[in-house]
């Protein structure tokens, strides 16, 4: 087997914690992964893992050897950007993490455009709402909404997620169409599972509104909560980059246009020591340029 991928599966599965795990990572089945494993053991003359049929340690040349495979592979990882750097034209592998309906509605779409200027970049995409480690993770950039209090990180800020109060045109016909904020109390709501203890605030000029509206369905899906307004089950609050082409077409209505709702910082985000590729350097324009209030945004320092 070869040497470098079997380094590579090893560290893997001692990062993952079980060669189970590793294989789900890696894309290749367990029974692949415990050859390669077993390979460097055959190779080296010595055990690196213990394993039994519930858990599995490192015996103590594995703790060591570990530690090389790590150095060896970030050493080639860096040859190759290293190799990258030199060239122009924007190529290889590169990963990005994104907010799942942020990733699913709005980015996806939006990279035919950035495959058109950079056609030699594989994508590999991961969608999560978890907080990933960047650097841990091996991720080139990720699109990050909220607060950065990593300062391990370079953010390039976007524009901000706007909120907005919508129903579809069915809701509003069999319920009515509320005048003022303070008659949400009394409207179906279909919430956003992770906020769903979060009152709205709504403020026009002086006049500030806070309400909790009556969640009738929640979800854990940006995308579910959209859909659902769209099948007239209740009003919902999302963001306005999520919902402006329903409005726009007429699925959906926005409610209390006059008054500001709450926004949330929107940033693109990177290892402060990441060699500027012109693959990086490529994504980072496109996003700025596709996502960003406008070109000259600066350089801010996350959590500062």
């Known amino acids: 087997m ?3 991928r079997s380094m590579q599966v090893f560290v893997s599965v001692v990062q993952e914690g079980s060669m189970s795990a590793a294989s789900g990572k890696l894309g290749m089945s367990p029974a692949m992964v415990g050859q390669h494993v077993a390979a460097l053991e055959e190779r080296l003359g010595t055990r690196l893992l213990n394993r039994t049929t519930r858990r599995q340690s490192m015996t103590d040349f594995g703790r060591s050897y570990v530690e090389q495979c790590r150095d060896i592979l970030e050493r080639v990882a860096d040859a ?3 190799a990258e750097a030199s060239q122009t034209k924007p190529r290889g592998r590169l990963r990005v993490t994104a907010p799942s309906t942020f990733g699913a509605e709005i980015l996806m779409p939006a990279l035919k455009r950035y495959r058109e200027i950079a056609p030699e970049v594989t994508i590999d995409i991961s969608l999560t709402d978890r907080n990933v480690d960047v650097v841990d993770e091996g991720f080139d950039i990720a699109f990050r909404i909220g607060d950065l209090p990593d300062s391990r990180l370079i953010a390039r800020q976007l524009a901000p997620y706007r909120m907005v109060v919508c129903a579809s045109p069915d809701y509003i016909a069999r319920h009515g169409n509320p005048e003022h904020p303070s008659e949400l109390s009394g409207h179906q709501a279909v919430g956003f599972t992770p906020a769903i203890r979060s009152p709205w605030r709504l403020s026009k000029g002086d006049e500030a509104v806070e309400v909790t509206p009556r969640i009738s369905v929640s979800v854990d899906s940006g995308q579910a909560v959209r859909m659902a307004a769209r099948a007239g089950l209740g009003v919902i609050m ?5 919902v402006d082409s329903d409005i726009a077409s007429g699925m959906l209505a926005r409610l209390f246009p006059d008054w500001h709702l709450r926004e949330r910082p929107m ?11 012109p693959r ?5 324009s496109f996003a700025i340029a596709e996502f960003g209030l406008h070109p000259d945004d600066g350089i801010a320092r996350a959590g500062k």
């Open 238 to 242: 999302q963001p306005a980059m999520l």
């Open 280 to 284: 990086l350097r490529s994504v980072i």
């Open 80 to 82: 190759e950007t290293d």
């Open 2 to 4: 070869d040497l470098f």
């Open 267 to 277: 940033s693109l985000i990177y290892h402060r020591d990441r060699r500027m590729t």
